[in-house]
Structure formats: structure tokens, C-alpha cells
């Protein structure tokens, strides 16, 4: 009878085993999965901390095709992804994109402030494969989130085009901040 209890027991175990990882699994929309392919990144998808996908509703501010957050780390992650358009002036000059984004997504109020980055060439290469990037730090719109902090990374790769990764939080010693700073990579182009 033993047997047959642990025999029962390994048998449910390993038939709900495939339904636990599927559901930690995070399920990509199709359009993003599009946009990141055209724009040649690489998400590097955190497996650890409960990550989930969750549905990014209409924004009237900036709508972003995709987002991930951990309630362990209480962070939120969204991205947003512009491909590069020959016909497009402002697709080939990063900084107006993310000035664009900054004033339509950081608070007007007055008490504010809005710092910014300006990390090296070197680093954005080493560390996204990036042309160019930009971090912002500011106060996000309530239109937007409900957080009180963002830091927006912006990055550029030229004929690959700029995305921008939203990091929204609630306290400023959060140390996910760090520990998901790296959220993508441009990859290199196939020969």
C-alpha cells in the first residue's frame, strides 16, 4: 500500500510539474515579439523574483506594447520599442525620441525634477550593444503609473532603432534597480 501511495504521489507530481513551469513561464505578445526582432534586441528575462507578464491597458499618455513586475521586488518593468524608419527623421536622432518621451511622461509639477545620465559610449556598447542611451530619473504622470519614481533607460542602435525601458518603483534604495538594469541587449548583425 505504501508503494502505491508514493507511486500516486511521483505520478501527480510529475504530471503537474509541466503546468508549474508553464506558469512561470512569461508570454510574450506577438507584436512584441515582432517589434524586438525588427529592432534586433535580445530580452534578457529575469527567472527569478515571480516576474510575470501582466496586460498593459490604453494609455493617454504612452502606450507600452509589453510589461513584467515582481511583487517580491516591487518593481515594474515596461517596454516600448520604435524601429528604425529610413523615412522618418526623428527615428534616426535618439535624443528627440527621448525627449519626446520624457516631457510627455514626466510630471509638470513644479516641485519636481527630472536628472539624467550620460553614461559613455564605451559602457552602452559594452553593456547593451547601444549606439547611444540615455537614463532619466523622475516622477512619472499619474496618467501613466501610479508609482512615484521612474527611471527610464533609452537606448539607440543605429538601423536597428531606440527602445526605452521603464523601471517604475516605490522607494529609491530599491536594489532591483541594479539587479535588473540590464533588461536588454541590441544583438549583433548576422553576416
Same mark, same amino acid.
Not at 112 to 136: C, H, L, T
Not at 164 to 180: E, G, H, M
Given at each position: ?16 510539474? =509541466? ?9 510574450? =505578445? ?26 498593459? =491597458? ?69 553593456? @547593451? ?7 532619466? @530619473? ?43 538594469? @540590464?533588461?536588454?541587449? @541590441? ?5
Amino acid at each position: 500500500m505504501k508503494l502505491l501511495h508514493q507511486s500516486v504521489f511521483f505520478f501527480l507530481a510529475a504530471a503537474s510539474f =509541466p503546468n508549474f513551469l508553464a506558469a512561470q513561464k512569461i508570454d510574450y =505578445p506577438k507584436t512584441f515579439r515582432q517589434l524586438l526582432e525588427k529592432t534586433g534586441v535580445e530580452l534578457l528575462e529575469p527567472l527569478d523574483a515571480g516576474y510575470k507578464d501582466f496586460y498593459l =491597458p490604453q494609455n493617454e499618455l504612452q502606450t507600452c506594447p509589453f510589461g513584467l513586475r515582481s511583487k517580491k521586488e516591487n518593481l515594474e518593468i515596461r517596454y516600448f520599442v520604435l524601429p528604425f524608419d529610413k523615412r522618418n527623421y526623428s527615428s534616426m536622432n535618439p535624443h528627440i525620441q527621448t525627449m519626446r518621451m520624457v516631457a510627455t511622461i514626466a510630471t509638470n509639477e513644479p516641485e519636481s525634477f527630472i536628472s539624467v545620465i550620460q553614461p559613455g559610449a564605451q559602457d552602452m556598447k559594452r553593456d @547593451f550593444n547601444a549606439d547611444w542611451g540615455r537614463i532619466y @530619473f523622475f516622477k512619472p504622470k499619474p496618467a501613466f503609473s501610479n508609482k512615484p519614481h521612474c527611471r527610464m533607460l533609452a537606448l539607440y542602435k543605429e538601423g536597428k532603432g531606440t527602445v526605452f525601458v521603464f523601471y517604475l518603483f516605490d522607494k529609491t534604495d530599491n536594489p532591483a534597480l541594479d539587479t535588473r538594469y @540590464f533588461a536588454l541587449r @541590441f544583438l549583433d548583425a548576422k553576416l
